[in-house]
C-alpha cells in the first residue's frame, strides 16, 4: 500500500510561484497515475492537474491550464505541482492522490495525503 504525504505548502503573494511535492513511500508507487486536488473552506475538493503513470500524459482543468505543471520522478517516488502566477483564489489545502488510471474524479482515487496549505495572500 503506497502512503503519500506532501510538502512545500505556504504563505506567498499573489503573482508568486511555488513547488509542492508529495513523497509516497511504498514499492508500487510507479504503477499508479497521480492527481493533485485542492479544497477551500466551504467548496468541494476540486482537481488540479494528473499525470499518467509514465508521465506520458497530464491532463489540466481550465482554471489553471498554463500556470500549473504537474510531474513525477518515479525513481525518487515523487509527484511534484509546480504552480506559477497564483492567485488570491488559489488559497486552499492541496491534496495528492494515487489512483489506477488518470482521472479527474476524486471517486477515482483510493489513496489520499493529508494535505498542505497554501495560502495566498495579495
Known amino acids: 500500500q503506497v502512503q503519500l504525504v506532501e510538502s512545500g505548502g505556504r504563505l506567498v503573494q499573489a503573482g508568486d510561484s511555488l513547488r509542492l511535492s508529495c513523497a509516497a513511500s511504498?514499492?508500487?508507487?510507479?504503477?499508479?497515475?497521480m492527481g493533485w486536488f485542492r479544497q477551500a473552506p466551504g467548496k468541494q475538493r476540486e482537481f488540479v492537474a494528473g499525470i499518467t503513470w509514465s508521465a506520458g500524459g497530464t491532463f489540466y482543468p481550465d482554471s489553471v491550464k498554463g500556470r500549473f505543471t504537474i510531474s513525477r520522478d518515479n525513481a525518487k517516488s515523487t509527484v511534484y505541482l509546480q504552480m506559477n502566477r497564483l492567485k488570491i483564489e488559489d488559497t486552499a489545502v492541496y491534496y495528492c492522490?494515487?489512483?489506477?488510471?488518470?482521472?479527474?474524479?476524486?471517486?477515482?482515487?483510493?489513496?489520499w495525503g493529508l494535505g498542505t496549505q497554501v495560502t495566498v495572500s495579495s
Open positions: 492522490a494515487a489512483a489506477p488510471i488518470l482521472s479527474a474524479s476524486a471517486m477515482d482515487y483510493a489513496i
Open positions: 511504498g514499492r508500487t508507487f510507479s504503477v499508479y497515475a
